[in-house]
């Protein structure tokens, strides 16, 4: 039982590079989502699913897409990498939303030059 | 909306002595609230969470956290501490029907000999 884990765990891209992050679990948990972690801003939300097939935005959505094709599975995509997205990135899942406990991936620190 | 203020950025605590971390939340409702523990190059651990019960709650590694209501805090309290609760702490609050939890900005802690 793995948990949550996350691929890669460190990239550095130029600007205007693109990239997809994967995040698994292996707790056939229906709700996944992605944080991004900036120093002095905690974790901020970007996107989110609430099963397979589905995802929505949260509060920091743009330049970044997601998707959710399997339940065990949630990709994150950076179309054109800048600067501003140099950042710790986290999933994590949970069995449901706002009230249990969200589990947390190892996190892939991104540096975008 | 929903928010979670940590207003300590960092504290520094002799080994041995005892700790407080504070958290207020903002909302109408009934919160559920959370606190995780994040050592550095890791995820998010959840120490302990407050769903409804008992305001004193236990949770793992010797912290224990006390709701109240009256000043929408979820205090996190550690009698002793040890060199190895050196972390960044953050709390987090969702509700009933939400599916987002919504994180503080996050407290560091320093163990000093």
């Given at each position: 039982n793995a948990g949550v884990t996350q691929t890669p765990k460190f990239r550095v891209l130029k600007t205007g590079q693109s990239m997809t992050l994967l995040c698994a679990q292996d707790?056939?948990?229906?709700y996944m989502y992605w944080y991004r972690q900036d120093p002095g801003m905690g974790l901020r939300l970007i996107h989110y699913s609430v099963g397979e097939g589905t995802t929505a935005k949260g509060e920091v959505p743009d330049g970044y897409n997601v998707s959710?094709?399997?339940?065990?599975n949630f990709l994150l995509g950076l179309e054109s990498a800048a600067p501003s997205q140099t950042s710790v990135y986290f999933c994590a899942s949970s069995?449901?939303?706002?009230v249990e406990t969200q589990y947390f991936g190892p996190g892939t620190r991104l540096l975008v030059l | 909306a929903q928010s979670v203020t940590q207003p300590d950025i960092h504290i520094t605590v002799s080994e041995g002595a005892s700790l407080e971390l504070r958290c207020n939340y903002s909302y109408g409702a009934t919160p559920y609230l959370f606190w995780y523990v994040q050592s550095p190059g890791q995820g998010l651990q959840l120490l302990l969470k407050y769903?409804?019960?008992?305001t004193l709650v236990q949770g793992i590694k010797g912290f224990e956290a006390e709701f109240k209501r009256s000043q929408s805090s979820f205090n996190l309290r550690k009698p002793s501490v040890h060199w190895s609760d050196a972390a960044e702490y953050f709390c987090a609050v969702g509700y009933f029907g939400n599916e987002k939890l919504t994180f503080g900005t996050g407290t560091r802690l320093t163990i000093i000999p």
């Open positions: 707790m056939n948990h229906e959710r094709l399997k339940k065990q069995y449901s939303p706002g | 769903f409804s019960g008992d």
